[in-house]
């Protein structure tokens, strides 16, 4: 993929040049009583620092442009990029910043024409810089959270203008696509989430690459009724059992709970093992498999997470997700979390500082690692101005 540095080297240096960056501010929002929604995690606005303040230090005029939730190609207040701008203008105050892209169909429709109007800088709802209508000299991905979708503002820029990765895409795609390639051994994967459904390719890719595969979250009961066991009351998806089964027959390492933190019909939490009676609901992995895990963990030099191990919200069944995310702080390996809840976990324990790799795109990062490529991606590689 072209780099900063060759976009700098392709347009003569970046003095003068309008730049278009296109972020991931798609952060989480908090309501405030009587007021504009807070960000609860600014992780991504954060990440982005490194591109633009290099592109604004060597005296580019950069605007950033992003999407927030998913209003309906019309403008809705409560998608608005203002608790955004806000922050981003007290770490780089330079940067002027187009309103949510999403407010216009053109953005997910990938309309051509809605691109045309972007880098000519014909869409000037923006916060803070100079709202002029200049067309753009140059366009830079930072995006990694939204590179896996085909829109507009992902795929359109570099088939028209000269365009780099920024600092952040280039390292998600660096880690998060090496995980295929060039893990070193033994390689172990955790995933965790409510459903098979929806990480089924990212388990059979992981299959193919993992010496060790540990599963917990919701979607392990399905799992769980593909060995025989009754799960109660838990989250199971019936039409997978037979690709459970399947997986489970493979011959792969696969590692599942042994043992069940559940709440029983009465309301009370329980420590239970492996089948659960009717009535019964799990919502975390038990002690003794967070104590295996951790064995496991220990052991790897690669490990990359994604998905939490329970209900961490309810800090009844958080003990799961927190002894995971402790054993990969604690391990030797090399440790990427991989975005989403995941990231928020992290976070939340307080031990971020100690992973190697947080990525900001759980979506993106699992599409990544199933696919090998993401449309933001070829689309970078794929550009005529290079």
Not at 65 to 83: F, I, K, N
Not at 247 to 264: K, Q, R
């Amino acid at each position: 993929m072209p780099l900063l540095e060759d976009l700098e080297q392709r347009l003569g240096g970046l003095d003068g040049r309008r730049i278009l960056v296109r972020c991931d501010f798609n952060v989480p929002l908090r309501d405030v009583p009587d007021g504009q929604p807070e960000i609860a995690d600014d992780l991504r606005i954060r990440a982005a620092l490194p591109t633009l303040n290099w592109l604004t230090e060597r005296g580019a005029a950069v605007t950033a442009c992003s999407h927030l939730g998913r209003p309906s190609g019309t403008p809705e207040e409560r998608y608005s990029l203002a608790p955004v701008a806000e922050r981003l203008g007290k770490a780089a105050p330079d940067i002027a910043l187009v309103e949510n892209l999403r407010f216009h169909a053109g953005e997910t429709a990938n309309d051509p024409a809605f691109v045309d109007a972007l880098l000519a800088g014909e869409v000037v709802v923006r916060f803070g810089g100079a709202a002029t209508s200049m067309p753009f000299d140059g366009y830079v991905n930072d995006a990694f959270g939204a590179s896996h979708r085909s829109h507009a503002s992902i795929v359109g820029p570099p088939q028209r203008l000269p365009s780099a990765a920024g600092r952040l895409l280039h390292r998600e795609a660096e880690v998060l696509g090496g995980l295929r390639t060039d893990a070193k051994r033994p390689f172990v994967a955790v995933l965790g989430g409510a459903k098979v459904s929806d990480k089924l390719g990212v388990v059979e890719a992981l299959l193919a690459v993992v010496d060790t595969l540990v599963i917990g979250g919701g979607m392990c009961f399905t799992f769980l009724a593909a060995l025989g066991h009754s799960i109660g009351d838990s989250l199971c998806e019936p039409d997978f059992i037979e690709t459970c089964t399947r997986l489970l027959g493979s011959g792969a390492n696969i590692v599942l709970p042994a043992d069940i933190t559940a709440l029983d019909a009465g309301g009370t939490v329980r420590q239970m093992g492996r089948s659960l009676p009717d009535g019964c609901c799990g919502l975390d992995i038990g002690p003794g498999s967070a104590a295996e895990f951790d064995d496991v963990i220990a052991g790897a030099r690669t490990v990359f997470w994604n998905g939490p191990m329970g209900m961490f919200e309810d800090e009844r069944f958080a003990a799961g997700t927190r002894a995971v995310a402790q054993s990969l702080a604690d391990c030797r390996a090399f440790t990427v979390v991989g975005g989403g809840d995941s990231a928020a976990a992290v976070a939340q324990f307080g031990i971020a500082p100690y992973m190697d790799h947080i990525s900001t795109g759980g979506g993106a990062g699992l599409e990544l690692i199933e696919h090998g490529d993401l449309p933001g991606l070829a689309a970078l590689r794929d550009s005529p101005h290079q």
